[in-house]
């Protein structure tokens, strides 16, 4: 094994003093491939308060060590004193890799990290395992998840960022052990944006839904007319992964086999192709009507009734009848 950079990392992302879902996912994927090559799991957690009581919890998850950065300026995410944060750790121990969720931060973090030590990343990574003395390969998707590439960093640490939703959250184990360190990273750059006010928003939990409607990228430019038609009909809003992944919908809605499925008694599809990933999260639907103006998409195969027509022009029409007749 190669000594002088040891150890898979992973970044702990917080939000609302908890760390998110799609860390503690990536923080199992990098457990199993630490064990694979004999390494140890290091968990990178940064805030301004005491952070052991989550230290504590990426432990049950699979860390062997957790190293915190206590900073007032590390409170809330900020690019600048983040990377700063993490690019001195990493100068200091040499990780052999450092996983990050491809969440907004996640990605941000990472590229920024990237650029500046001069490091591979491989970005929004689905499949991810080791070879040799611990060399990562990373499986990213191209042309709309057509195929897959399988790339390789060729610095060290080498660094990936891991699609949410792909791999499992591990079970936490409440009797496993491990460090915690706190770091100091000496003083760091002040950030570059204030928070003045938190709002948190809370989100339907659409897996349950009667009745749906579901937006796709052929209605991109007009979701609020989609989540108004679901309004006044009283139904669910979903969205297909790409309207998520581009930040335009939240993340707990996007339907599929990497977000939630759904078994309504009724789905309206608007533009979205049926790609098999979509689909499978849907198929448990009683009736699909979809919406799409290509008449050669596959998602009319699942659709017991299709309408075969722009959505720009046929939602707005939807609404105004709707309008129509609760007057
Ligand atoms: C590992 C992996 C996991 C994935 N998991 C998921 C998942 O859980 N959920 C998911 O949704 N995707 C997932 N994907 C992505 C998936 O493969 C597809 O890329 C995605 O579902 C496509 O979304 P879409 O149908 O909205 O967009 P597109 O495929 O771009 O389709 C847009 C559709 O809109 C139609 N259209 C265009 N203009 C109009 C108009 N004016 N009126 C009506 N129709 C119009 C087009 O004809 C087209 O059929 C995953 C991919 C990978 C690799």
């Given amino acids: 094994m190669n000594l002088e950079y040891k150890n898979v990392w992973v970044f702990l992302e917080r939000r609302r003093e908890e760390i998110i879902e799609s860390s503690l996912e990536v923080l199992g994927k990098a457990r199993e491939l630490a064990d694979k090559y004999g390494d140890k799991v290091a968990g990178v957690l940064m805030g301004a308060g005491n952070l052991d009581k989550l230290a504590e919890t990426a432990i049950t998850y699979g860390a062997d060590i957790v190293y915190t950065i206590q900073d007032d300026v590390l409170q809330d995410y900020s690019t600048i004193p983040y990377s700063e944060a993490l690019s001195r750790m990493i100068i200091r121990y040499k990780p052999n890799i450092i996983l990050y969720p491809a969440t907004r931060n996640g990605r941000d973090l990472a590229g920024r990290v990237s650029a500046k030590l001069n490091l591979g990343l491989s970005a929004n990574t689905v499949w991810l395992d080791i070879v040799g003395d611990g060399v990562l390969l990373a499986g990213v998707p191209g042309f709309g998840g057509g195929i897959m590439a399988v790339t390789k960093c060729l610095t060290k640490p080498q660094m990936a960022t891991v699609r949410p939703g792909v791999f499992p959250k591990p079970q936490p184990n409440p009797t496993r052990t491990g460090r915690i360190e706190r770091i100091d990273v000496g003083k760091l750059p002040e950030p570059q944006v204030k928070t003045i006010e938190r709002v948190f928003y809370t989100v339907e939990d659409i897996s349950k839904a009667e009745a749906i409607v579901i937006a796709g990228m052929g ?68 009736k699909i009507i979809s919406i799409n103006i290509d008449p050669e998409a596959p998602i009319h195969s699942y659709s017991d009734y299709s309408i075969v027509g722009d959505a720009y022009k046929i939602i707005p029409k939807l609404l105004e009848k709707l309008e129509a007749e609760a007057k």
Avoid: Y
């Avoid at 969205?239 to 707990?252: C, F, I, M, N, W």
């Fill in 219 to 286: 209605i991109r430019e007009n979701i609020e007319a989609v989540k108004k038609l679901a309004e006044k009909l009283n139904w669910a809003f979903g969205a297909t992964r790409p309207l998520s992944d581009e930040g335009l919908v939240p993340r707990d809605i996007f339907v599929g086999a990497t977000g939630k499925t759904v078994r309504p008694k009724i789905a309206l599809i608007v533009g979205a192709s049926g790609a098999a990933h979509f689909i499978s999260g849907v198929a448990g639907a009683e």
